[in-house]
């Protein structure tokens, strides 16, 4: 008897234990399909089409008469309306839940940009917070309630594939951009709202791989804010190749005008163009870089055996681009852009102008170069690199502070810095929302030209001592292995070679003496790749005179 009482008190337990089981199971799977409900309703806000319509009122838009969600709109989103889901009551299984919503409205305003409920001049809310609910009664308990809150971006419904005619949104992602330290990285004012454009590193990036050699830098557009605007990657390569067929069409990127977001944009197209189609040459050495598999076979570059192809990446992808195009060659003492080495009375106000001036020079050539080449075919016979900057001697000379004069056995950095130029497509011109005329070469914002400011210094070919006049004297097929280790002035020069170890451009003062500083360019390939590939090139010199005391 005793042992039937223990198991009678243990069988009592246990269905005691079974029935809150299924009470809690029962309770966990309708708070389960309670918190589905508000995510599907919260997404169904997520999903209008336009962000305004031509509706006077907010219409009933889950009624039988919509035939479509096209009239889905971020004007909609209200409490208790918006989207496909009304707020009414839903039944799964044997439990109904009323679904309902409530919205506030958020502006930004003021200089800090706080988010509040005070309506601002916007036609509509930057930003809506919509808390939902879903409420039931159930058999054991009433009152049940899960909520959930979400914050619905005005965001551009041009991104949704429904949309054919949208209505101007919030903006896209912002992504911060850190400006780059002069004197290696110069940034250039591109217009009167202070959006500035620059080369991501102090130097490009090189490195040799059997007979190829590969160039990257990147060039970023970036506002007031330090956002990035717009940003450019580039590959140009050199490849050695051999064979000949012919190709008759081309995978090409090139720039030209959206006049939906009034910018500039890179496509990809196909072009009919005969070209030698050639293969990869390795000569039984290292192998080269894999671009030079595109680069060998769409590349019109041509320099003997070898081909020069600029790349750049659309959508992710390295697309050939037209060969480059220089404007402008500069040889300029770094000590102009920022007094790191000390100059006497050199300070961060007049680095500031000094950057200024090359800026403004920037600007003017560009201008120039766009109103005296109005087409692309005048543009392409352009054959002027422009080398004046480092002429203009008030420039250098700024109070006491001469940036071509160095005290004996002081060292400096030259550097020499180039300008690129693509022709842009004619659609800059165009005018905007409001606006009468259209653009000159004048008055065009610069951030719808296709210009690159690059520092060129270990790509330019040096005189390594002064007292040879001229580059056939001293260089040849190959730069010199300089170390500047005489008791002459002198500019290093050291041979790019596979393991990437070289310098160039660094002045040692030796000797108290008057000394021309020469640079050159080889303008084949507009100065982006090595000099002893191809040493049957053109040259572009620029020259500096500097005086050690």
Same mark, same amino acid.
């Given at each position: 008897m005793?042992a039937v009482?223990?198991?009678s008190v243990g069988?009592?337990?246990v269905?005691?234990?079974q029935?809150?089981?299924l009470?809690?199971?029962s309770?966990?799977?309708e708070?389960?399909?309670?918190?589905?409900l508000v995510?599907?309703?919260a997404d169904?806000?997520?999903?209008?089409i336009?962000i305004?319509?031509?509706?006077?009122t907010?219409?009933?838009?889950?009624?039988?008469?919509?035939?479509?969600?096209?009239?889905v709109?971020y004007?909609?989103?209200a409490?208790n309306k918006?989207?496909?889901?009304?707020?009414?009551?839903?039944t799964?299984?044997?439990?109904?839940?009323?679904?309902a919503w409530t919205?506030?409205?958020y502006?930004?305003?003021?200089?800090?940009t706080?988010a509040t409920?005070t309506?601002?001049?916007?036609?509509y809310p930057?930003f809506?917070m919509?808390?939902?609910t879903a409420?039931w009664d159930?058999?054991?308990?009433t009152?049940?309630?899960?909520?959930?809150?979400?914050?619905?971006?005005a965001?551009?419904?041009?991104s949704t594939?429904?949309?054919?005619?949208?209505t101007?949104?919030g903006t896209?992602?912002v992504i911060?951009y850190d400006?780059?330290q002069?004197?290696?990285v110069?940034?250039i004012?591109?217009?009167v709202?202070?959006?500035?454009k620059?080369t991501?590193?102090?130097?490009?990036d090189l490195?040799?791989?059997g007979?190829s050699?590969?160039?990257?830098?990147?060039?970023?557009?970036?506002?007031?804010?330090?956002d990035?605007?717009?940003?450019?990657?580039?590959?140009t390569l050199v490849?050695?190749c051999?064979?000949?067929?012919?190709?008759?069409?081309?995978?090409?990127?090139?720039?030209?005008?959206?006049?939906t977001?009034e910018?500039?944009?890179d496509i990809?197209?196909?072009r009919?163009?005969?070209i030698?189609?050639?293969t990869?040459?390795?000569?039984?050495g290292e192998?080269q870089?894999?671009?030079c598999?595109t680069c060998?076979e769409?590349g019109?570059e041509l320099?003997?055996d070898f081909?020069?192809?600029r790349t750049?990446?659309?959508d992710?992808?390295?697309r050939?681009?037209?060969p480059?195009?220089?404007?402008?060659?500069?040889?300029?003492? $770094?000590?102009y852009?920022?007094d790191a080495?000390g100059k006497?009375g050199?300070? *961060? +106000?007049l680095?500031?102008d000094n950057? !200024?001036l090359y800026s403004?020079y920037?600007?003017?050539l560009?201008?120039?170069?766009l109103?005296?080449?109005t087409n692309?075919?005048?543009y392409?016979s352009?054959?002027?690199v422009d080398n004046?900057f480092?002429?203009?001697?008030s420039l250098f000379?700024?109070d006491?502070i001469?940036?071509?004069?160095?005290d004996?056995?002081?060292?400096?950095?030259i550097?020499?810095?180039a300008i690129?130029?693509d022709f842009p497509?004619?659609?800059?011109y165009?005018?905007?929302?409001?606006?009468?005329?259209?653009y000159t070469?004048a008055?065009?914002p610069?951030d719808?030209?296709p210009?690159y400011?690059v520092n060129m210094?270990?790509l330019?070919?040096?005189?390594p001592?002064?007292s040879?006049?001229t580059? $056939?004297?001293?260089?040849?097929?190959?730069?010199?292995?300089?170390?500047c280790? *005489? +008791?002459?002035?002198c500019v290093?020069? !050291?041979?790019?070679?596979n393991a990437?170890a070289y310098s160039r451009?660094e002045f040692?003062a030796?000797?108290?003496a008057?000394?021309?500083?020469?640079?050159?360019?080889?303008?084949s390939s507009?100065?982006v790749?090595?000099?002893?590939?191809t040493?049957?090139?053109?040259?572009t010199e620029s020259s500096?005179?500097?005086?050690?005391n």
């Amino acid at each position: 008897m005793i042992a039937v009482l223990v198991l009678s008190v243990g069988i009592l337990a246990v269905s005691k234990l079974q029935g809150t089981l299924l009470k809690s199971g029962s309770d966990a799977n309708e708070r389960s399909t309670a918190a589905n409900l508000v995510q599907r309703k919260a997404d169904d806000l997520r999903r209008f089409i336009h962000i305004t319509t031509s509706e006077s009122t907010v219409p009933d838009i889950w009624s039988d008469t919509i035939t479509s969600p096209l009239s889905v709109a971020y004007k909609h989103i209200a409490t208790n309306k918006g989207g496909l889901i009304a707020n009414n009551s839903i039944t799964v299984g044997n439990i109904e839940y009323d679904l309902a919503w409530t919205v506030k409205d958020y502006y930004y305003s003021g200089t800090d940009t706080k988010a509040t409920t005070t309506p601002s001049a916007a036609s509509y809310p930057d930003f809506k917070m919509a808390h939902i609910t879903a409420s039931w009664d159930s058999a054991s308990s009433t009152n049940n309630v899960v909520s959930f809150d979400t914050i619905i971006e005005a965001y551009k419904p041009s991104s949704t594939a429904l949309d054919t005619n949208p209505t101007t949104g919030g903006t896209g992602p912002v992504i911060p951009y850190d400006p780059q330290q002069q004197p290696d990285v110069v940034p250039i004012t591109l217009n009167v709202d202070g959006t500035k454009k620059e080369t991501t590193k102090p130097l490009p990036d090189l490195s040799k791989k059997g007979f190829s050699t590969l160039v990257k830098f990147e060039t970023v557009s970036y506002n007031t804010s330090l956002d990035t605007v717009r940003r450019e990657e580039f590959q140009t390569l050199v490849c050695r190749c051999s064979g000949s067929s012919t190709n008759d069409t081309q995978i090409y990127a090139i720039t030209t005008w959206d006049d939906t977001d009034e910018k500039i944009i890179d496509i990809t197209t196909t072009r009919t163009q005969h070209i030698a189609k050639r293969t990869v040459d390795d000569g039984g050495g290292e192998s080269q870089s894999s671009l030079c598999f595109t680069c060998c076979e769409d590349g019109d570059e041509l320099s003997g055996d070898f081909k020069v192809c600029r790349t750049k990446r659309v959508d992710g992808v390295l697309r050939m681009f037209d060969p480059w195009k220089m404007i402008a060659f500069n040889v300029i003492p $770094a000590t102009y852009f920022n007094d790191a080495d000390g100059k006497t009375g050199m300070t *961060s +106000t007049l680095q500031g102008d000094n950057i !200024e001036l090359y800026s403004n020079y920037t600007v003017s050539l560009i201008r120039n170069v766009l109103a005296t080449n109005t087409n692309a075919a005048a543009y392409d016979s352009y054959t002027t690199v422009d080398n004046t900057f480092i002429n203009n001697t008030s420039l250098f000379t700024n109070d006491t502070i001469h940036h071509t004069s160095f005290d004996e056995n002081f060292g400096e950095t030259i550097q020499a810095r180039a300008i690129y130029m693509d022709f842009p497509p004619l659609g800059i011109y165009t005018k905007i929302d409001n606006q009468t005329t259209l653009y000159t070469a004048a008055t065009v914002p610069l951030d719808r030209i296709p210009f690159y400011e690059v520092n060129m210094t270990e790509l330019a070919g040096w005189v390594p001592n002064p007292s040879h006049s001229t580059f $056939a004297s001293t260089y040849t097929s190959q730069h010199t292995d300089s170390a500047c280790s *005489s +008791t002459e002035n002198c500019v290093t020069d !050291e041979l790019l070679n596979n393991a990437g170890a070289y310098s160039r451009g660094e002045f040692n003062a030796k000797d108290a003496a008057s000394v021309t500083v020469k640079s050159n360019i080889f303008t084949s390939s507009d100065g982006v790749i090595d000099r002893d590939i191809t040493p049957e090139n053109d040259v572009t010199e620029s020259s500096v005179d500097l005086t050690v005391n």
